[in-house]
């Protein structure tokens, strides 16, 4: 069973402590699975789009389908993590998650591409940012900020190795084969990772301190009814729908200017900086002002989205793509750390799946959204700068919902 933080808190300053090496093992976990679920569905956007002839928009709006069934079931991930353990509903995840991918092999019709996606949210669901959180969070205390924030780091390193491999894989091989060859290499490196890496015993959960009253259960529809929950989740509704939807067709948006190959590697530069602006951030985050460098880091990604909608030379663009990724992974990392920092301890073990699920219902329209603008005007730049206004009025709700206690 995993030591309780609260018995060894010095140790969770020592790289001896157990807890870092479940950190290691979700580095890997969100490597593969934000890879193929998450910037692979810019992958699969243009992989089905040239197989099948089907319409980016009408692709992107089957995407919206995909996050609204995965945050569905976000509600209830870190509930069933708490009940069965992080191992088995993370290897029953990446099951549902390989078959989804091989599936997509043999669709031929647009229904049928459908059920693979809905398929694919389910193991996203069990993989995502908020069942990571979820195991990671009760094995530490003082350091769950920079132990969150490095194990997500492999969301934002998926960008850098998975996205360009899977673009050569799918150039080598083609859907058919390409495909099949992907989900294999998925379940073979992460099934034995989350297995070992994770015991059939739940972590101790850091309670309350000596002489703290142990406040009741708090229900889901009563916590979605507190201005403490929403003052975590609103501030992130609109940037991740604007974030979102750039990055699922950013493939599409940079492979006219750039190849499909060069366009893959500026994607992956936009995450490989994803690497370098989580680990700052995260380093700082317990001991700064979160919601003042989130709402900065906001006001950059605007500026670079706003940049390549000016449409300037190849340089530039994987520039504007390699700056925007600095602030990449802390829109979508930060509102679990900020929930763990100002919800009750009651509340949060249930409302951190409450957080990403609502936060996915609004990012889920991002794509369709920006689809339907790239299609109606015959270019991304409008789209661009839907996003871009999105990601600022965030800022400016990030210090407007600031809770009164804090100032």
Partial sequence: MTADPRSAAIDESSWRYPGWRVVAAMFVLATGSFGVSFYGLAVYLVAMHDQHGWPIARIASLYTLYHLVGAGLLVFVGSVIARFGGRIVMVGG??????????????????????????????????????????????????????????????????LVVVPLMVWILERHGVERGLPMLAAGLLVVLVPVVWIALGPHRPVAP????????????????????????????????????????LTHQLALLEPRLGVQAAAWAIGATTGAGVIGRTLFGALADRADVRRMTGATFLMQAGCLLLIASQPAPLWLYLACAVYGLGLGNMITMPGVIAYQELPAHEVARAIGLVY???????????????????????????????????????????????????
């Fill in 207 to 246: 309670g309350p301190g000596p002489g703290a009253s142990v406040e009741p259960r708090a229900g889901l529809a009563s916590i979605i009814r507190t201005r403490r929950f929403w003052s975590v989740t609103l501030p992130f509704t609109l940037p991740l729908m604007g974030q979102v939807g750039f």
């Fill in 357 to 407: 699920g609502t936060l996915q219902v609004c990012y889920s329209f991002g794509p369709a959204i920006l689809g339907l603008i790239r299609d109606a005007t015959g270019s991304y730049s409008p789209a661009l700068w839907f996003s871009a206004s999105l990601i600022t009025i965030g800022a400016v709700l990030l210090q407007l919902t600031r809770p009164r206690e804090a100032g």
């Fill in 94 to 159: 990446l099951l549902a998650m390989g078959v989804a991918i091989a599936a997509m092999s043999l669709v031929g019709a647009f229904w049928q591409f459908g059920l693979c996606l809905f398929l694919l949210a389910l193991g996203w669901a069990c993989l995502s940012t908020a069942a990571i959180t979820a195991v990671l969070a009760p094995r530490f205390a003082r350091r769950r900020s920079l132990a969150v924030g490095l194990a997500l780091n492999g969301a934002s390193f998926a960008g």
